[in-house]
């Protein structure tokens, strides 16, 4: 999991029912993670170039140019770790 | 008042995110602190700080006087009869737990009532259902309106003989929305039940005197009316202070712990008011920000206060209804509430929301604002929240309804 410690800082998990969880990228090579994502994922839609809608191996998720991502319907962590682990890669 | 020259005493408030000016929208989880504030906490640090109580030397007097100090002037800012109703604590949640525990566990009993509300935050449900799987009383729930409004027909239906504690929040810390809390200690003091007012959202924006009120608790957090962090006051009727049993044990709270070689066991006398309920070394710095934060409050005065942010909701309530997706929930109207809005934008969920605008450099909040039962009654997954105060202003709010427009 090294590739996530060297871009991830924080994940967020939101509660209630709606459990996403929310990615920040470590603020100085969170542009690198941007540009890494939106190499290897589909891009959807884009608004205005701030949110993407990317989806990557069936999952789809929204990436922020401010370096933060929401990942959705995940079964639970470690899928999220593995998803990221493949996107940084 | 003038929110132009509030915002310099806001350090915060010159930064730049991503680029854009910093609008703090986000003012009901907490609000900035201005220099005043950060000022008052720096010379303690730097000149005054000492343990407090029962020391001799000259800087533990000047730290317990102050610590005294900000105690008096908080039970003046609240019209408290005195400083012995105003115990120090971390925060309304602290606050709550306090009254749950010291109060709940020795006078509560199975065949009880506990009322609370349909829109409190997870503060004020949480101790109570805890405390009721000890002492096997019932937790019941007062419906809202479908405009997220206390139906108080509900709530004069859901209390009787059986309920001894009524909980409610002055002021909804989703939809904003401002409780009769008069109406509702008049019904509960004629069936003999006490109130606990959860005030994390009514102190820091709306004069609130406990006297005019008439509450038996009233809780509050620092952090949000310009204080730290950490620091948060109960407010209660002198006479239950001083029925009720201690909360936390320690140093600090008591008068005696003397050893009986008989029966070999400690035999405690409490400290007075309020000292009996703040074990331990209390937040002494915390009090000291606290202080200058109330002092700050009054110098602008609270009804100034809610007349600002009274202008500045009715105005964004008029702003956001431009947008076509977006639908705002709770009352549409600036009078009845305060200043918090939640709203959603079809299509997007509210964190997308809330990630969007800070793209922008706009903060607010989304997620369930720990409100979870509110949100399951508006049948929402999450909401967005804008939340003002003194140092918002009308430009913050074109810039943010401006940011929106490009959502949608
Ligand atoms: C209405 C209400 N009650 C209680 C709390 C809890 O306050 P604290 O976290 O400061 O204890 C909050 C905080 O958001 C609130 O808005």
Redesign the pocket.
């Given at each position: 999991m090294g590739v996530i410690e060297d871009y991830v800082a924080r994940i967020e998990e939101t509660c209630g029912e709606e459990k996403d969880f929310i990615v920040i990228f470590k603020y100085e090579r969170k542009d690198e993670a941007v540009t890494k994502i939106l190499r290897k994922a589909k891009i959807k839609k884009s608004i205005s170039r701030i949110i993407f809608e990317l989806t990557f191996q069936n999952f789809s998720f929204r990436l922020y140019g401010t370096g933060k991502a929401i990942f959705r319907n995940l079964k639970d962590k470690s899928e999220l770790k593995r998803l990221l682990a493949n996107l940084l890669s | 008042m003038d929110p132009y020259k509030i915002r310099e005493d806001f350090p915060i408030l010159k930064r730049k995110i991503n680029n854009n000016p910093l609008i703090y929208f986000d003012n009901?989880?907490t609000t900035q602190k201005p220099k005043q504030v950060i000022d008052a906490i720096n010379e303690f640090y730097r000149n005054h700080n000492a343990n407090v109580h029962r020391g001799v030397h000259t800087l533990s007097q000047e730290a317990s006087e102050l610590y005294e100090d900000a105690h008096e002037e908080v039970a003046k800012f609240i019209n408290a009869d005195s400083m012995e109703e105003i115990v120090f604590v971390?925060?309304?949640?602290?606050a709550i737990n306090l009254v749950a525990y010291a109060w709940g566990l020795w006078n509560l009993k199975k065949g009880d009532e506990v009322l609370v509300t349909l829109m409190e935050?997870h503060?004020?449900i949480v101790p109570w259902e805890l405390l009721s799987r000890i002492n096997g009383f019932k937790v019941k729930y007062a419906d809202v309106n479908d405009d997220g409004t206390l139906n108080y027909e509900a709530f004069e239906n859901a209390i009787s003989n059986k309920t001894r504690i009524v909980c409610l929040?002055q002021v909804s810390?989703v939809t904003g929305v401002v409780n009769d809390v008069k109406k509702i200690v008049k019904m509960a003091h004629e069936h003999d039940s006490l109130v606990l007012v959860?005030g994390?959202?009514s102190v820091p924006h709306l004069p609130v005197d406990v006297k005019d009120l008439d509450v038996d608790f009233l809780a509050f957090?620092g952090?949000?009316m310009l204080g730290p962090t950490g620091i948060?006051v109960l407010y209660a009727k002198r006479e239950i202070l001083e029925s009720m049993e201690p909360f936390h044990g320690g140093g600090e709270m008591i008068k005696d712990v003397t050893f009986n070689t008989v029966t070999r066991r400690c035999s405690i006398s409490w400290n007075d008011l309020p000292w009996k309920f703040e074990a331990g070394t209390p937040h002494i710095c915390g009090g000291v920000g606290l202080m200058a934060a109330v002092r700050y409050l009054e110098n602008i005065g609270m009804e100034n206060v809610r007349l600002h942010e009274k202008m500045l909701t009715g105005y964004a309530l008029r702003r956001m209804q431009e947008l076509e997706k977006i639908k705002i929930y709770g009352p549409r109207d600036a009078s009845s509430k305060c200043g918090i809005i939640p709203f959603g934008i079809a299509g997007l969920s509210s964190h997308d929301v809330a990630l969007f605008l800070d793209h922008y450099g706009v903060m607010i909040r989304s997620g369930l604002h720990?409100a979870q039962p509110l949100h399951e009654k508006f049948k929402l997954k999450s909401s967005a929240r804008a939340s003002f105060y003194i140092y918002n202003t009308r430009e913050e709010i074109d810039r943010f309804v401006e940011v929106l427009k490009e959502i949608e």
């Open positions: - | 009901a989880a971390r925060g309304t949640t602290e935050h503060s004020n929040p810390n959860d994390a959202q957090s952090h949000k948060g720990c």
